[in-house]
């Protein structure tokens, strides 16, 4: 069993940056991979990024790639989300999201068995 709880949202203005957290309990945490997640008002939840449990690969979608970088902290049990240069379509609410190893892709939420209950990031421009 995983739980994970994210922190770090809040209000920025367009091309500011924000560091998302998700902080996980569970011993054997540094095993699952983990993605994050952002739902807009009234949008379907997408994928953002994901990173295996060892650190060393990692994903992202098209529309963050460049500008966000996804890394964790296995010692802290904690997982990252940096994001740079911030733009108004960035708002939403993420979520951070672990996964039983070799299940399936990282790109679909429906592979993922742990959620986090998300944090609001709302961007100004």
């Known amino acids: 069993q995983v739980q994970l709880v994210e922190s770090g949202g809040g209000l920025a203005q367009a091309g500011g940056s924000l560091r998302l957290s998700c902080a996980a309990s569970g011993r054997t945490f540094s095993t699952y991979p983990v993605g994050w997640f952002r739902q807009a008002p009234g949008k379907e939840r997408e994928f953002v990024a994901a990173i295996t449990g060892s650190g060393v690969f990692t994903s992202y979608s098209s529309s963050v790639k460049g500008r966000f970088t996804i890394s964790r902290d296995n010692a802290k049990n904690t997982v990252y989300l940096q994001m740079n240069s911030l733009k108004s379509e960035d708002t939403g609410v993420y979520y951070c999201?672990?996964?039983?190893?070799?299940?399936?892709?990282?790109?679909?939420?429906?592979?993922?068995?742990?959620w986090g209950q998300g944090t609001q990031v709302t961007v100004s421009s």
């Open positions: 999201a672990a996964r039983t190893p070799y299940r399936g892709t990282a790109y679909s939420s429906g592979n993922y068995d742990y």
